[in-house]
């Protein structure tokens, strides 16, 4: 029983000190700037913020579909930062993507059925192709695509079907990791919840641990055990999905948690606090906390120094000067 | 008693292109108080957007058609108007905000000659053009930006801020009634909630009556007096937001809504989502739109257009309210 939870609680991926910085024309932009995330199997760790914090880069970053610019990922505890193309692809077979438009990810002169069996063709997963298309109509019947659309091309279909399309490929190589990267943000709210029962059930049937990068924190708060807040690349708070909302610390996640408009007119005299301003620049970002030029909170520590990422409470992280 | 500014009454809009029909808007009507606002809820392809477009006459030319319904903006009808008299509408008394700021920008026009524009093309009789350049401030203030900021050019603000000046357009020529196109469907949590405040806080202050066109229900409930859920082009329950959130009885398809989208307070399991998909614009059948994915569909549903069951001020098109919304706990004494 003992070893049952130990296995449970085994941190699949985790990052330490990530870094991506893209030279542009300013200088350097610090999309994700020392990030520490810790992924346990079989579970979903949650990534939310709004455009520009760095939520997808991070996602291709762990995936090395983008090369980090510092800092260290580990995949079951051995380090994938060295690994070279060869090892890396072997890699990717358990490490799979989901993208938030299945339509510019996918070749539109392939049919369903092609689309769904191209990885394994090209990764040679079964000895002949026919096994591989085989496979590929099993696939269908896992995600919920009924089987006469094998033949149809992606343009006939509507952008929840895409989606399961992009999930049957994730899916092909029987991965263990995947990155769901806004998988359901271009979809109708009806269609949005097709999408994410399925994922969940998937996860639950095959074992699979999920990196859930959304901006929609109604979505992220039902899928995730645990969740990571994001602000100008840095992880400013993170904690398990009941404790971020029932005590949020961090004066942006208060803010974000509040900013949420929701569907219960009793929640009309809520106090919402609006933070003024906008996201300010992360080329060459200034010393100190980047939230500071927004925070109602602010000291003036905050201008001077960085504050750290530290465990305020067990399994929650803030970093701000005056959490806890 | 408060005055009607807007009717629609039995509204049908379809594109026609040389291979099919699109039956965009199947007979909605509907009615807007001054000073209030009316949220317009749907997911996609629901006829929401056409029917904002159908009340300014901004349908695309020679696709659309209105074969029936009348629009009546302050005892007018605007379907029988002819362009230069909906000129003095547009914009002056009606005005609207897109989704995508960006569109409804001139990107080689400062954001200060765009609000000059509409102000002298309204009002240049009225006023010295130092009068006019003084109201340009003036709205850029009440929506939050600075003044001296009318000199840049749109690409040099961010979306929040675009759609800020889109709203100062708008608000410019003081509109007895704004549409609002998912006016923050584009922008962060954040910075929806600053625009959702500053256009409740407008909306207080001028007495604008407002049409709000948005897939999320949650802004709906934040924002609208009344509300009206549309689903394949029909209105298929309306009410005012108590009506909507709080009743017990609703179409299926709105509970299907309600269904779909996780809570923030309360831990479930599993959603409810509404199998299927929307039906085929292209096709009419004799039955209710909704019967294909209803989880409580009738074998009367499939064969005969449901009406709608009224109560007070809730309206609700469905077969299973035929005899009337009534409370379960009237019904329970009933038996």
């Known amino acids: ?324 | 008693m408060t005055e009607t500014i807007l009717e629609v009454k039995d509204l049908e809009v379809q594109y026609k292109t040389e291979l099919e029909t699109v039956y965009a808007v199947n007979g909605i009507s509907f009615r807007l108080n001054e000073g209030e606002t009316l949220g317009i809820v749907g997911e996609t392809g629901a006829g929401k957007t056409t029917t904002a477009l159908s009340v300014l006459r901004l349908l695309p030319e020679r696709v659309s058609f209105i074969p029936k319904g009348e629009i009546y903006f302050q005892g007018q009808n605007l379907l029988e108007m002819k362009e230069n008299e909906l000129r003095k509408i547009r914009g002056e008394k009606i005005a609207m905000i897109f989704q995508d700021p960006m569109t409804s920008l001139n990107p080689v026009m400062t954001v200060g000659e765009q609000i000059l524009e509409a102000l002298i093309f309204h009002r240049a009789e009225k006023a010295e053009k130092a009068e006019l350049e003084k109201r340009v401030d003036e709205v850029l203030t009440m929506v939050g930006i600075a003044a001296d900021r009318k000199a840049d050019y749109p690409h040099q603000f961010s979306g929040g801020m675009k759609q800020r000046v889109v709203i100062a357009m708008a608000l410019a020529c003081e509109p007895e009634l704004l549409i609002a196109d998912e006016p923050t469907t584009a922008l962060d949590v954040t910075i929806q909630a600053q625009v959702l405040l500053m256009i409740r806080n407008l909306r207080d202050r001028l007495k604008t009556a407002m049409i709000m066109i948005t897939h999320d229900l949650g802004i709906v409930a934040q924002t609208c007096d009344n509300v009206a859920v549309m689903y394949a082009g029909e209105l298929i329950e309306s009410g005012t937001a108590e009506d909507i959130f709080c009743a017990e009885k609703h179409h299926p398809y709105t509970e299907g809504l309600f269904g779909s989208i996780p809570s923030l307070r309360v831990y479930t399991e599993r959603l409810n989502p509404i199998a299927g998909l929307m039906p085929d614009p292209t096709e009419r059948n004799p039955g209710c739109k909704f019967a294909p994915r209803c989880p409580k569909v009738m074998a009367i549903c499939r064969s005969s257009h449901p009406e709608d069951a009224v109560e007070n001020t809730h309206r609700i098109k469905c077969h299973l309210y035929s005899d009337g919304i009534t409370d379960p706990r009237k019904e329970e004494e009933r038996l």
């Not at chain 1, 020392?34 to 455009?51: D, H, Q």
């Not at chain 1, 269908?140 to 009924?146: E, I, K, P």
């Not at chain 1, 971020?244 to 949420?260: G, R, S, V």
Request: aromatic share 6%.
């Open chain 1, 1 to 324: 029983m003992i070893l049952a939870e130990q296995e449970e609680s085994r941190i699949l991926v985790e990052t330490e000190n990530l870094k991506k910085y893209f030279k542009v024309a300013g200088g350097q932009l610090h999309a994700v700037d020392g990030v520490n995330l810790r992924i346990r199997r079989g579970k979903t760790l949650g990534i939310v913020g709004e455009s520009g914090c760095g939520k997808s880069t991070i996602g291709r970053t762990i995936l090395r579909l983008i090369e980090p610019s510092g800092g260290d990922i580990r995949y079951e505890g051995k380090s994938i930062i060295n690994l070279n193309n060869s090892a890396m692809r072997e890699m990717r077979k358990k490490m799979q993507i989901i993208f938030q438009d299945p339509y510019s990810s996918i070749n539109p002169r392939m049919s369903v059925i092609e689309l769904i069996a191209e990885f394994m063709i090209v990764n040679r997963q079964y000895a002949t192709k026919a096994q591989c298309f085989n496979k590929a109509a099993q696939l269908m019947d896992v995600v919920g695509l009924a089987r006469r659309l094998a033949n149809v091309y992606p343009h006939e279909l509507d952008g929840g079907r895409r989606q399961r399309i992009g999930i049957a490929r994730a899916l092909s190589l029987e991965p263990e990791f995947i990155v769901c990267d806004e998988p359901v943000s271009a979809l109708d709210v009806s269609i949005q919840a097709q999408i994410l029962n399925l994922l969940m059930d998937l996860q639950k049937e095959k074992g699979l641990t999920y990196m859930f990068i959304t901006h929609n924190l109604s979505v992220v708060k039902h899928i995730s055990s645990e969740i990571a807040v994001m602000y100008l690349g840095k992880c400013v708070e993170k904690a398990t999905s009941a404790q971020l909302f029932e005590e949020p610390k961090h004066p942006y996640t208060k803010a974000l948690l509040t900013a949420i408009p929701e569907p219960d007119i009793a929640m009309r005299k809520k106090e919402i606090i609006v933070i003024k301003g906008e996201v300010t620049s992360p080329i060459n970002p200034k010393p100190g906390c980047r939230f500071a030029p927004r925070c109602d909170y602010c000291q003036e520590i905050c201008w001077r120094e960085e504050p750290a990422y530290k465990e305020v409470k067990e399994q929650h992280f803030v970093a701000c000067h005056f959490s806890g």
